[in-house]
């Protein structure tokens, strides 16, 4: 008997039911999640989980017990999805008691392909306790892959990203997804976690696995990444309150506080000031249209490059959430197009009949791309949501040689969502070995090295500008699988997913 089911023991007989202690044990894996980092938790969930979907009587009953887990492990991992609807309140108020349950139940459908797996071993020893573990991994990696891709995609809460804690440990921790993404490291959790459901061998086994894991992690960031070539980039953080007013006063307003930002950040970083980052939907004026705005930045910034978040109108009418980079008073030299949109909030998926999004939504951009600035490297940009698709965020013909996520996550207060998004963010710089500018609204702020480290920080609710010698350390290729292997492997997963359920 584990101690999870010691516990389950002492509960009043009407919540002793299997399905009851699924999503109880769901709300106890969600603790493991950042800004927590509860791991230890996992290792007592998981066995309790595999001992209870083996014991079910029928693949529809593990079926059940699966999405029950899923509910309790996503209705806790997610229910920082209501607060913009709070600040919305007026208008959205219908959606404030349904919104999380209903991306939980919806989201907890990924775990009835591992819930599955478990019952179809049906283990009954050591052997088969051991393959049950192993295909509920393997499962799950899968089940991974379909929520990246699956109707709109939503890769979040995975168990990979609960090791991007900080310290050195963590950045040990967080260094197979240079192999094999977040992926690898979902699936290296659920062995690890799930092997001492095999007995006394298995917690031997999944101490030397985090050993070993642990070992290689210490021993590739001992390394130490490439030759360093150094800029200065200035981040601005203005912590604009959301959605803010859209008068013609307070639009002016904001548009100076952009500009003094800027002003004194330059003034600070005197001649050695090389790139200027305004976060997402900072600029009130549509740059690439705006001469007179980019003559007004130009007249501050000179020709140091400016990389803004701004609307964008497209030349077919269609509105854009772009990033213009502005150099001195002429066209906007560059631009790029958010192209993985967030549901409802920026768009109205084809197969809802209603339109629900505010405004009407803005159109997707053609995919990653690279931008080419002059004077600036190469750099990958991401707009807020893109930076949580692993394999998807960079164009492998036009590597960059940054990595570049600007977002306004003061939607979403001081929840856990904006720590979720960093840790989740933080772990694209380790599978494409790029390092990593992070500029937002409100925080979290950072600079991250190609290895995942942390270089500095600006926390939430902070404002300001900051400035930072950014070290421009990149390995000469990507070693993570490539975002076409990551297309076969969903292809493979859409099959396995329907020869299943």
Known sequence: MTSIDRLAARVPARLRGDAWQCFALGLLAAIALPPFHLLPVLWFVVPALLARLARAGGWRRAAWLGWCFGVGFNLLGLFWVTEPMLIMASDFWWAIPIAAPAIAVATAVYMILPALAVFAVRPRNRAGRLSAVLLFAGALVLSNLAQEFLVTGFPWNYWGADWAFSGHLGLAMIQPAAIGGIFLLTLLTAIAAGLPYVGRAGWIGSAVLVAAWAGYGVARTAAGPAPASRYTVALLQPDFAVPGSFTQPALQARWRRDLALTREALAKAGKGDDIVVWPETASPALLQTDASARAAIAAIAGDTPVLA????????????????????????????????LVPFGEYTPGWLPLKVTPGGGFTPGP????????????????????????????????????????????WFGDTTGPYQDFATTRLRAVEEGLPLVVDTNSGISAVIGPHGRVDATLGLDRAGFWLINFQLRCRRRRSVVSASQWRESWAFTRLFWGWFV
């Not at 931008?371 to 692993?390: D, R």
């Open 309 to 340: 978040g701004s609307f964008r109108l497209a030349a077919d009418g269609s509105m854009r959430n772009s990033l213009v980079a502005v150099k001195g008073s002429g066209p906007a030299v560059a631009w790029y197009d958010k192209w993985k």
């Open 367 to 410: 995919g990653p791309r690279t931008l080419h600035v002059p004077g600036v490297p190469p750099v990958g940009p991401m707009i807020c949501y893109e930076s949580i698709f692993a394999g998807l965020i960079v164009d492998p013909r036009d590597r960059p040689a940054w990595l570049l996520n600007v977002s306004d996550n003061a």
